[in-house]
Each structure stands twice: as C-alpha cells, then as structure tokens.
C-alpha cells in the first residue's frame, strides 16, 4: 500500500499555484507545473520534509554556495499510488538551507515518514518554508526546464501534477492548519456504528481513489455487490478510508441475491482471468486494502467479477 501522502506534520499554505505572486508564472507558462509553499505550520525553521511513500532517492541537489534558490530533487524508488495515478514520483523542493543540503548524498535513500531536511529561505525567501512541486513518473533531463515566462519547471517522464492530485491525507501524520483552498483527500476517516449497507446496480462498477471520474480506478464491482457506505460527497460514496464509487449505481434496497465484499492483502494483488489463468493488466494489479466481491469460490480462488479471479488467501 504504497500510497503517497502529504509530507509535512502541520501543513500551512501560504501560497498555492493559483496564487497571483510569484508562482503564476510557473502556471501561465508552457510547459507549466503546481508549485506550493508551505511554513510547516508557523514562521521559522520549525518544520521538516518527510519521505512521502515507502521509499525516495535523492536524485540531484542544485545551487548549494551560490546565491540562487537551492533545489532538491527526489524520486520515489517504486511506483506509487496517488488519488488520480499510480506511477513514479519525482518531487521538487525549493529553499532548503546549504547546511542541510550538505548532509545529503546523491543516491541516498530515504524511508517512508523518515525525515529528509529542514525548511530554509535560502535563495532570498521572505521566510523558512519549502517551495514544492509533483510530477508524475521519473526525473527527466536535468530535472527541470525553462518555460514560456523563463521560469525552471519541474521536468518529469510523465509531466507536473497539482499537489492534490498526487498527496492522500494521513490524518495520523499531518494535521491542515491552512490548505489555502486545495481540497485534499483523506487517506482514513474514522468508523462509523452501525451498519449501513447499500447494493450496487451497475452491471460493473468502478470503484476509484477519490470522488470524481478523474480518480485513478483500481477495482470493478459486479451487479449486487454488498457495501457499507461511510459517508455521501456529492455523488459520489465512500465506501472505505480511501474508496469511493459513482452513488448513481448504489441502494438501499436489498436484491434477492447479493455478493459479499472482502478486502485484499497482499501489497499488490494479482487478477486473473480464472484459476491459475492469465494475469491480467486492467485495473490491476490490486494494492493492499481494496475492496472486492465474492461472487464464487473454487479450489483456493475467489471470483471478484466476470473473467476476474484472484487467489482467495489473499482476501478477508
Ligand atoms: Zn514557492
């Protein structure tokens, strides 16, 4: 469950790419990235940057003993899994002191909520925070590039991507003080009482990592599936700390037949066309904790929906 969160303990926003200061130049021009700033919660050097996903590796280090803005570079040794992709990760991250930056080593690498470096305002900022920017798949070139305005723009196989886009909320690591108007998505919410099931109706529903079509879809579920929904986000419903699916296609009334739901295992889950048959690619493979149905179990394997099959130890 190599999921990507937020990596910093106090999160406070004090500048978003949609900002009319300096980061509208990184928006307005081609190509373009998402930059924020974030002071960790408070002014000075109070906050670090911690490793996001299981595993990063520092990759370059610029502008140490030069007056420019220092920037590092990590990208994450693994793919991982964000509300809207699952891929590689390359971060960006601006203003941390020389001091700090000494203490690293290309090539080292770092462990999931492992601390990397401190916030500085080297490079002339107004105060101590990290300037941060995501991008999708692995470092690429020199790792950043001019764009239209003459603005260094992250520089990634797979392009820059909007910080909700790519950071799940751990609510156990990282408390919003300011998310200056960025709508993230929580990796865990807490349980509910009682029990509230509702009964798919799609003949195949996408079960995705955040409420909207633009989310990354890592499951179906088949007509009549059982599930227990959390709690209702526009129209979407959440049917687990990070799964949510199209509210359209659930009720409350109970079909004649309906299929349990389990949740997987293993870190990454295999799907298969039937018992022991072809791995398949399509939304798949599963990453730990995703919901699935029960349609049929047969010698050790547990159908999950048409031609959808995985092996049953790895379910619960
Ligand atoms: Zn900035």
Redesign the pocket.
Known sequence: MNYLIYPIKIMNIT?TYKNDF??SRHTVGTPKDY?I?DNCGATGPNGYFYCPCDAMTVKKIYGVGSSSSNVLWLESTTPVITPTFTDYVTIMI?HIEDAELNKLKIGQTFTRKEPIAIEGKDGFATGEHF?IVVGRGKFRGSGWVKNTNDIWVINTTGGSVKPEDAFFIDNTFTTIKNSAGLNFLDLYIPDIEEDDYYYTTAESLNIRLGPGTNYNAINTLPKNSRIKVREFVNNWARITDKEYVASNYVTKKEPSKYYETKSTTADFLNVRSKPAGTILKVKAPLPKGTTVAVMEEKNGWTKINTNRWVYSSYVK
């Open positions: 500048q300096s980061h930059p700033d601006g300037h």
